[in-house]
C-alpha cells in the first residue's frame, strides 16, 4: 500500500478553482517530480498534500488517514515541505534554523535534547553545511542556504519531504549539487522525494516518476520515458520538441524546442493571462502574513523509448 495518495481533490483559492477532480499516488522511497505550465497547479497541488491550504473537497490520505484529521505534529514527523521561497532567516544562525526541524519533537518549554542536537548535526553533516553552523543563514550563498534549508528539513527526520522548485535562481552547478543531495537522499535514506521542477531535463534525470499537468489536471503520469517524449510535451507545453537520449545516464533529454504557435486554445490563453498566478500570489501573501492526434515531436535516436 502506498502511504501518500490524494482522491478527487478539487482545490482553489475563493470562486477559482485551480485543481479539478484529480487523484494521484505518491510512490513510496522514490523520486517524484510535477512539471507543468505557469499557473497549472503544480505548487496549489503541493500546498493541499502537505496541508499548507485546504481542499475544497476530495481528501489527502497519508498512512490511509485523511491529514486534515490528523494533528499537526503527527503530520510534521511524517512529512516535511521546503516552500518555494523560504524566507525569515535574519538573525538566525545555520544551526538555529535547522533546529526548528525538531518542533513536532519538542515537549514543555520546547529545549533541545540530546536527541535533538545530535539530529540537527547529522543534517549539517549530510548537506554538507557543518562547516557554517554557526554562521547567519543571510550571509551564505543561494546554494548554501538552500542547502541549510533541506538540513532542516532532514532535521524533522521525515519519510516524506516536498519541495517547491528547489533549484530556482540558483546557477547550473548549484542545482546540480542540490539534485544531487536530494538523489543521494533517496537512494542513501530511503526518503521518498516529491519537486516541482520547470527544467525537464533535470526531471528526467534525477526522477523515478513524473507527474504532467496542465489547467488543474494530470494530463500524464509515469516513468519519464513514459512522460519526457515529444507527444506529451506538445500536450503539455504546446512545443515541439527534440528528444535523444542522455549518453552518461541514458535518460530522454529534450534536445531543443520550438513554440508551436496557434494551437493555445482559449482555457489555455486564460490561464497564462495570469490569473491564477495572481490569486496564487494573493494566497502566499496571506499566508505569509498569518505566518504559516498527429505527432509532430522529433526522436534523434530511434532507440529511445517514447
Not at 503520469?221 to 503539455?236: D, K, T
Not at 520538441?241 to 552518461?248: H, K, L, T
Not at 490569473?275 to 509532430?296: C, F, M, N, P, Y
Request: charged share 25%; with cysteine; hydrophobic share 40%.
Amino acid at each position: 500500500m502506498h502511504r501518500l495518495c490524494a482522491k478527487d481533490l478539487h482545490i482553489g483559492y475563493g470562486d477559482r478553482l485551480i485543481v479539478q477532480d484529480l487523484n494521484i499516488t505518491i510512490p513510496d522511497r522514490q523520486i517524484t517530480t510535477i512539471i507543468g505550465p505557469n499557473g497549472c497547479g503544480k505548487s496549489t497541488l503541493l500546498k493541499a498534500m502537505t496541508r499548507i491550504i485546504s481542499p475544497q473537497s476530495g481528501s489527502v490520505l497519508l498512512d490511509g488517514k485523511d491529514i486534515a484529521r490528523q494533528s499537526t505534529k503527527a503530520v510534521a514527523q511524517k512529512m516535511a515541505i521546503l516552500p518555494q521561497t523560504p524566507e525569515g532567516t535574519r538573525g538566525l544562525t545555520v544551526a538555529e534554523l535547522v533546529s526548528y526541524g525538531r518542533f513536532p519533537y519538542q515537549k514543555g518549554f520546547g529545549r533541545l535534547t540530546k536527541r535533538d542536537l545530535e539530529v540537527i548535526d547529522w543534517a549539517l553533516e549530510m548537506t554538507g553545511t557543518a562547516e557554517f553552523k554557526h554562521h547567519p543563514v543571510d550571509r551564505l550563498s543561494g546554494g548554501q542556504r538552500q542547502r541549510v534549508w533541506i538540513a532542516m528539513a532532514l532535521a524533522q527526520e521525515t519519510d516524506i519531504i516536498f519541495l517547491d522548485e528547489p533549484t530556482t535562481y540558483l546557477d547550473l552547478a548549484h542545482q546540480l549539487e542540490i539534485m544531487e543531495l536530494l538523489q543521494d537522499l533517496n537512494r542513501k535514506e530511503g526518503r521518498t522525494i516529491v519537486i516541482v521542477l520547470h527544467d525537464l531535463n533535470h526531471a528526467a534525470r534525477f526522477a523515478d516518476y513524473i507527474i504532467a499537468m496542465k489547467q488543474g489536471r494530470i494530463v500524464k503520469a509515469g516513468s519519464c520515458e513514459e512522460v519526457i517524449n515529444p507527444e506529451v510535451l506538445r500536450e503539455v507545453f504546446q512545443i515541439d520538441a527534440v528528444i535523444s537520449r542522455d549518453p552518461r545516464t541514458g535518460k530522454p533529454v529534450c534536445l531543443t524546442y520550438n513554440l508551436i504557435k496557434g494551437e493555445v486554445d482559449q482555457d489555455e490563453k486564460v490561464a497564462q493571462s495570469s490569473s491564477a498566478d495572481l490569486l496564487d500570489i494573493r494566497q502566499r501573501l496571506r499566508e505569509s502574513v498569518a505566518g504559516t492526434g498527429k505527432v509532430h515531436g522529433r526522436i534523434e535516436d530511434e532507440n529511445v523509448p517514447v
